[in-house]
């Protein structure tokens, strides 16, 4: 008898659940909506948001638009488009996650309460990634982005330096940026870190650990533009080397569920629940009709 098991833990984190309950919302009104950017790092749940009638749209097209209704994703934006709205008399849906709204909130604070000071704001984040984007922007574009040590170069020596972290980055990453940012920056500097990776995710990476322990074959569901799926799937390989990344039931090795007992499925915090459910189910299926 095999046992299937999905992680009751993953799936989306509260950020992602309410942006696209605005959506739906929105949709179902039978208005057009148009979102900036897809609303989540997961090709199979944007594909169902454009079946029930969201318009994906990049920058370039945003700024074209008037008089429309816009919806503003979970990881949030940089004041330019604020302004580009504001200009182009745009509708929006804010849905810029809660945690993500403070940190740039805590951004912008510090960078004009610092403005005579000879000094650097690093954020520990994945270049170009939406989140890092709209933090970069509190800083006028000047927030220097770190991915990891090989980087370090970047920042200067003999500046104060205030550093943060981009919200879906783990948490021991983000202690090592900082010591080793210590380091590199002169001694009589000031140096103040600031933890502000969301706790909702960090605290995945326990629970997500001990699920894959506890299954002989692992599959992990998530879209390849995830950064904090790129995390837990890690993760998941550090602890079960037969742990797989796939991002719906199409990539599934079947083959590989033969003589296996145990299988765990588990995912993102931009995995949808009935995706990994689909994954399920084909492996019932498969087994159903061997």
Not at 71 to 85: M, W
Not at 215 to 230: A, T
Request: contains cysteine; aromatic residues 6%.
């Amino acid at each position: 008898m095999i046992n299937i098991e999905i992680d009751e833990h993953s799936g989306f984190c509260f950020g992602v659940t309410t942006a696209i309950k605005k959506a739906e919302e929105e949709l179902c009104k039978g208005e057009t909506l148009y979102c900036l950017g897809d609303i989540v790092h997961n090709s199979k749940e944007c594909e169902r948001l454009k079946r029930m009638g969201l318009i994906t749209i990049d920058h370039a097209t945003f700024e074209q638009l008037h008089n429309v209704k816009v919806l503003l994703r979970a990881h949030g934006e940089p004041p330019q488009t604020y302004e580009t709205a504001k200009k182009n008399n745009l509708q929006l849906i804010d849905a810029t996650c809660p945690v993500v709204l403070k940190l740039q909130q805590r951004i912008k604070r510090k960078w004009q309460e610092t403005a005579d000071e000879k000094r650097q704001i690093v954020i520990h984040g994945q270049t170009g990634h939406a989140e890092v984007l709209g933090l970069v922007g509190q800083t006028g574009g000047e927030a220097i982005v770190i991915e990891d040590t090989t980087q370090l170069d970047r920042i200067a020596k003999d500046k104060n330096t205030y550093i943060y972290s981009q919200t879906t980055k783990s948490l021991e990453g983000y202690k090592n940026i900082v010591e080793a940012i210590h380091g590199r920056v002169e001694e009589e500097r000031h140096i103040e870190s600031f933890d502000t990776v969301c706790r909702q995710v960090a605290n995945r990476m326990s629970g997500i650990s001990e699920f894959a322990k506890s299954h002989q074959l692992i599959f992990f569901v998530c879209g390849r533009k995830s950064s904090n799926g790129k995390i837990l799937f890690n993760e998941c390989k550090r602890v079960n080397s037969n742990s797989h990344l796939i991002e719906g039931p199409q990539d599934i090795n079947l083959l590989l569920t033969d003589n296996v007992t145990s299988i765990g499925i588990c995912g993102a915090t931009s995995t949808p629940k009935w995706l990994m459910e689909n994954c399920k189910q084909a492996i019932l299926d498969y087994k159903d009709n061997k």
